[in-house]
């Protein structure tokens, strides 16, 4: 059975940092592409950073470019989400996903629909 599980989600001022984990099971991510997605009540699922399943091609949503980092640890089979200078607007629930690597285009590995199984989602509170 495969799960994914997000942690690290809290509370934090505007401009401070948090980073998230998504440990799998069940799963080798090694051999998946990972992604990281957000969402706020009732709005679509966002694409915030996707890494492909060697780590050779990283993508970003503009809005977060040079604030977020996304890592993948093979080793112990997690995938992280490195946020930094948080804004209010971020707050919300951050999901982990993985996607089965028949592409590696930012395209393809933007795209909600196009990943397998989900987390729970791990909430992130910016304090202005």
């Known amino acids: 059975q495969v799960q994914l599980v997000e942690s690290g989600g809290g509370l934090v001022q505007a401009g401070g940092s948090l980073r998230l984990s998504c440990a799998a099971s069940?799963?080798?991510?090694?051999?998946?592409?990972m992604g990281w997605f957000r969402q706020a009540p009732g709005t679509e699922r966002e694409f915030v950073a996707a890494i492909s399943w060697s780590g050779g091609n990283i993508y970003y949503a503009d809005s977060v470019k040079g604030l977020f980092t996304i890592s993948k640890d093979n080793a112990n089979n997690t995938v992280s989400l490195q946020m930094s200078s948080l804004k209010p607007e971020d707050t919300v629930v951050y999901y982990c996903?993985?996607?089965?690597?028949?592409?590696?285009?930012?395209?393809?590995?933007?795209?909600?629909?196009?990943?397998?199984?989900w987390g729970q989602g791990t909430t992130v509170t910016v304090s202005s």
């Open positions: 069940g799963r080798t991510i090694s051999t998946y592409n």
């Open positions: 996903a993985d996607q089965r690597t028949v592409g590696i285009s930012r395209g393809f590995m933007s795209t909600a629909g196009a990943y397998g199984y």
